[in-house]
């Protein structure tokens, strides 16, 4: 199973992309230990991982502590041993939010895409952990979804898309070689 995974980290200077390689890597907290090392005194710093235009994983650390991860499908895990390293321990699907009723109320109101027509995850799809990780920085857990879900979207689109919004979408990019 082939993936790339670009971390983003952000200081005082702004953000900073670079590519991470997992392979060997053990477990989720040495997934984050590699992550942490790209730039040790980041206030944030995140990584998107793509496996086969299929899945999405994202990894966040808040000034190199309190991990939080979001798997756009639990399938992930079955299909690979990487996948299973970072979402595996997962429990729980992401599709309702109990919490709020933004979902409903703002849905048609911030992208001016036709969100009422799309369903908020992929029937086929399990996301799996904190789809709120990217709240706070422009990304509602019902637009990651709502983008994971879209048909035709690929895990290197959802990410673009991300970066755009968090402005760092041109050191994303370039480690594309695109």
Request: charged letters at 30%; a negative charge.
């Amino acid at each position: 199973m082939s993936y790339f995974a670009a971390a983003v980290v952000r200081d005082g200077g702004g953000w900073t992309a670079a590519e991470v390689n997992l392979r060997g890597a053990t477990d989720v907290d040495e997934v984050a230990d590699r992550l942490r090392d790209v730039e040790p005194d980041a206030d944030l710093s995140l990584l998107f991982v793509e496996a086969d235009d299929a899945y999405l994983v994202v990894l966040r650390l808040d000034e190199g502590e309190d991990l939080r991860v979001f798997g756009s499908d639990s399938a992930y895990a079955e299909e690979s041993r990487l996948g299973a390293l970072l979402v595996g321990d997962l429990k729980g699907s992401v599709t309702g939010f109990d919490d709020t009723e933004e979902p409903r109320a703002s849905a048609s109101a911030g992208s001016g895409d036709d969100d009422s027509e799309q369903p908020a995850v992929d029937p086929e799809a399990d996301p799996v952990g904190d789809a709120d990780l990217l709240a706070d920085l422009g990304i509602s857990a019902q637009r990651l979804l709502r983008l994971c879900a879209h048909e035709g979207m690929l895990p290197a689109d959802v990410t673009a898309e991300v970066c755009q919004v968090l402005g760092c979408a041109d050191e994303v990019e370039e480690l594309r070689g695109v």
